[in-house]
């Protein structure tokens, strides 16, 4: 059945579209964006005073599945991001085992598609098991839809095999992900190395793990021209390497988390294991950085770094637990309360970084409500405030440090395809 989404506010930077309009959606796709549409005959779907924008896409979720299934899985991740207003999110190779081969992306596409909620789209390891030693079967997973590869949770640390690599996703036309860590700079760091950790008595990573490994790539993603992409950007002298390097005209993109955006690494005091994540939350100046790189578009796009685990596994003591924390359904809210409403970024800044940027990094053809394309989008209520209750995710994850704080720019509504998968914070 065709139906009006009637009278909302449609924000889509990809058309430059940002005003009060109808959206008429028919057999899954946008028909047309235009006032007063006929709604005669069509199911009406009210958005008076709220936003209407691009389904998110997150270009990095760790849904756990196989191996992990307390944590998270295909469903549950993908239930976390229909709540979040998400209708794309990548699933990382960081299962157990890793997905290095085609029929583990061949696997994961089963396991999606079962879950029939938003999109999911694979993201294989760059090196078998993510070990760093040898090649992993690249091509063959990219036959099977793998987008992406990456060996996050740690970088490629062989810059030989990393070069080779880069050669062929450059072949291939995919980007590489780094997560950017030099092992021997970060040691056995539990935090971001500075006042905190001296504080607690912790061993700290110091920025330069990230930076020399960033600055490493970027020379080679130069040489190969493979688009490299850097996931969870932490530190400042990062957004300067990158700044750089998009001058200069090297095919780098770049994403933040939320936490990055929000956090520094006093949230870490108490030793609280829902502040711990790779790369560690970091200082005043950072976050600054980051916010101002996003802002200019030194980075493209934010990323979740979705990484469940579970309540039992965060309540060891502080270097026993595991680094990573949950994201996607608090970084939209998040983001347009710490950042839209105090004017850091505009709302079309925001959404074109959750949306447009991310579906361009993954070459897929959303985060768009162009007429033609899928009718894949989120109704925002910027007016709603409520509390986070990590009791009351989908995901299995509530390892999040972000529970109780409050938020406006709740997401109430997610269409993908045409098909509404999640309304009034009811996934269907
Ligand atoms: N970010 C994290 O601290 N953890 C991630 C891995 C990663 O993103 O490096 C995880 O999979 O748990
Ligand atoms: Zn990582
Ligand atoms: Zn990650």
Redesign the pocket.
């Known amino acids: 059945m065709e139906m009006v989404i009637r009278g909302g506010t449609v924000v889509d930077p990809s058309q430059n579209i940002d005003g009060i309009f109808d959206v008429l959606v028919a057999e899954g796709k946008i028909a047309r964006i235009a006032q007063n549409i006929e709604a005669e005959g069509r199911e009406i779907i009210d958005a008076a005073g709220k936003v209407v924008v691009p389904g998110f896409i997150d270009l990095h979720t ?1 849904l756990r599945q196989p191996g992990g299934e307390a944590k998270e899985t295909v469903l549950t991740g993908s239930r976390a991001a229909a709540a979040g207003g998400y209708t794309g999110i990548t699933a990382l190779p ?1 299962t157990r085992p890793v997905i290095d081969n085609a029929q583990m992306v061949a696997r994961q596409n089963e396991l999606a598609a079962k879950a029939n909620l938003v999109r999911v789209w694979p993201v294989g390891a760059v090196t078998k098991g993510s070990e760093g030693n040898e090649l992993a079967e690249i091509g063959g997973m990219v036959k099977q839809g793998a987008r992406a590869v990456t060996d ?2 740690r970088g490629v640390p062989d810059a030989r095999l990393l070069r080779n690599a880069m050669l062929y996703c450059r072949e291939l036309d995919i980007p590489l992900f780094e ?1 950017c860590e030099e092992e021997a700079l970060a040691g056995n760091g539990q935090l971001h190395e500075g006042v905190v950790s001296a504080r607690l008595g912790l061993q700290g990573m110091p920025a330069a793990a990230e930076t020399v490994m960033l600055a490493r790539d970027l020379v080679l993603a130069k040489e190969t021209g493979c688009r490299i992409h850097i ?2 950007v932490s530190c400042a002298e990062a957004v300067e390497l990158i700044r750089k390097a998009k001058k200069e005209g090297i095919p780098v993109t770049a994403e933040v988390t939320p936490h990055h955006l929000l956090l520094t690494d006093e949230a870490v005091e108490g030793y609280n294991t829902n502040a711990k ?2 790369p560690p939350l970091r200082t005043a100046e950072d976050v600054a950085a980051v916010r101002k790189g996003l802002a200019d578009g030194t980075i493209d796009a934010v990323g979740t ?1 979705h ?1 469940p ?1 579970t309540e039992s596994e965060k309540a060891n003591d502080f270097i026993s637990a ?3 924390i949950v994201g996607l359904e608090t970084a939209f809210p998040l983001l347009y309360t710490h950042l839209v409403r105090p004017g850091v970024i505009s709302l079309s800044q925001l959404v074109e970084r959750m949306s447009w940027r991310p579906a361009a990094i993954l070459g897929v053809p959303h985060g768009t409500l162009k007429p033609g394309g899928a009718a894949d989008l989120a109704i925002i209520d910027t007016q709603q405030e409520q509390i986070i209750e990590k009791e009351r995710f989908y995901s299995k994850g509530k390892n999040t440090p972000f529970d109780r704080w409050p938020v406006t720019g709740i997401p109430v509504l997610t269409m993908v395809a045409g098909t509404v998968v999640m309304r009034d914070g009811k996934v269907e």
């Open positions: 760790h960081n996050d949770g997560h996931m969870h994540m790779k770094d990484a685990h595991p680094f990573g």
